[in-house]
């Protein structure tokens, strides 16, 4: 609740409630989270993982990419917390982090289709 | 669906289902949308319009920033449809785009504060 100003009367408008703004930590943590969605590719890759964990070979072999490539994305990804992954014998495994990222990957799409 | 290659099978994986992808102008279009996010002082804008319309003077006053500023961070947003406006009189309002926008905000928010 740093920097919550709210409290301040605007001299034209009705008192507004104090609101329930993020700290400045939140912040920057949400908007590096933002930045790394905000690349197609990226972006795709977590509209793959939507519907379950994969592999990241499986992965590549669906984009058409190189291995080093779809590995690179999936880094940014988990460096932002978007993704977590398992290694299993020789697989590496990718998934959505928890609910709140497929609740955010699915609500982008959506607005994007809706808006078009 | 265009670029979908989920019916490529891998070799060492069971067959997966056909995953329902966006296409290339989604993708893009959601991108687009994550990057005008992905900035601090834009996504605390946000978070203050999550509950209702607000003034664009009052956003000033209470962001304790020049108005310039701020419409110019309102404008970003409004280019990427995340937020509307409307005009009364000599006022001009701001107000979140829908609930998807709502919902985006609030899950990364939540996401932020439960991985710090």
Redesign the interface.
Same mark, same amino acid.
Request: glycine share 4%.
């Given at each position: 609740m740093s920097?919550d100003?709210?409290t301040?009367r605007?001299h @034209?408008?009705a008192p507004?409630?104090s609101?329930? /703004?993020?700290d400045?930590?939140? =912040? @920057?943590?949400?908007?590096?989270?933002?930045?790394a /969605?905000?690349?197609?590719a990226? =972006?795709?890759l977590l509209?793959?993982l939507?519907?379950g964990e994969?592999?990241v070979?499986?992965l590549a072999?669906?984009?058409?990419e190189k291995l080093t490539t779809v590995s690179a994305r999936l880094q940014t990804l988990h460096d932002a917390?978007l993704v977590k992954r398992r290694r299993e014998a020789k697989?590496v495994y990718y998934a959505l982090?928890?609910r709140?990222?497929l609740?955010?990957v699915q609500?982008?799409?959506?607005?994007?289709?809706?808006?078009?």
């Open positions: 920097n100003k709210s301040v605007h @034209q408008h507004r409630p609101a329930n /703004l993020p400045a930590s939140e =912040l @920057q943590q949400a908007s590096a989270m933002f930045r /969605l905000g690349d197609p990226r =972006l795709r509209a793959r939507a519907g994969v592999c070979t499986e072999d669906l984009e058409e917390r697989h982090t928890d709140h990222v609740r955010l609500s982008a799409i959506e607005h994007a289709a809706e808006k078009r």
